[in-house]
């Protein structure tokens, strides 16, 4: 994939310290963007003063952290064309036995996250000559035991992505949500649990889950991240790409 079209553009990857996060930094910064990371836990900040040009720490719920943070960004940048969102965890919890308050933390982190990111960060994409979001969820909307949580911020993410295509697509930024699953990543937990499964015995028998045979890698991800990055991908708005080996093939 050319990396020459997003050379010398302006991102923002959030969750740069969790799997997924990292391997999308790296890829766009690959490709030549100047980048700017957040990530979810000050003590990862040393480490993203190495590759980025800016980074920032900030719990996803707390609005003035998010606030400060993009004006930060603007000060660095002047403008953003990307803003990529990874900073979600995964939430696994049976429902009879999962707090409420942990149930809510998770969609808040997701959920409120994403809209306060992706609101701060309107101005700035708004001001670029083009601009493309990906929000990142699980797969799992679908639902799935013990995944309560997830398949509800995954969903309420996938509904998210079509307003904010509404409200930045006449701007010349197309937002997009990229579901993934069943790839080596935190989120592995989850495809085990809805499988009745332990991580192990999932690896064992990757081979009978999806098409592909095998997991996919963070940097599979973050390869589709990038195509959805593409100033040339203009037609694709509102879409959810799912990166999953095939799994959900008849389910979604």
Known sequence: ????????????VTGADTGLGAAVAANLLQAGVRL????????ALAAQATFAEFSFAAQATDEQAVINGL???????GTLNILVTCHSQ???????????????EHLDQQLTGNYLF???????????????????????????????????AAAGTQVLCKTLSRELGPHGTTV????????????????????????????????????????????????SVRLLCQ??????????????????????
């Open 1 to 12: 994939m050319t990396c020459e079209a997003l050379r010398g553009a302006s991102a923002l």
């Open 176 to 223: 997009n949500a990229l579901a993934h699953a069943f790839t080596e990543s935190e989120w592995l937990a989850c495809d085990a649990r809805a499988l009745s499964l332990g991580e192990a015995q999932l690896r064992s028998q990757i081979g009978q889950r999806v098409p592909t045979g095998r997991l996919g890698q963070p940097e599979q991800i973050a390869h």
């Open 118 to 152: 992706a609101r701060e960060a309107a101005p700035l994409l708004k001001s670029a000559d083009w601009g493309r979001v990906v929000l990142l969820c699980s797969a799992w909307a679908v639902g799935a035991p013990g995944l309560a949580a997830v398949a509800s």
């Open 36 to 43: 700017a990371t957040h990530v979810n836990d000050p003590a």
């Open 90 to 104: 995964p939430c696994i919890g049976d429902l009879l036995n999962q707090p409420y308050t942990a149930f809510w």
């Open 231 to 252: 100033p040339v991908i203009g037609a694709a708005v509102a879409q959810t790409l799912q990166c999953n080996g095939g799994f959900f093939r008849h389910r979604t």
């Open 71 to 77: 004006h930060q960004v603007n000060q660095a940048f």
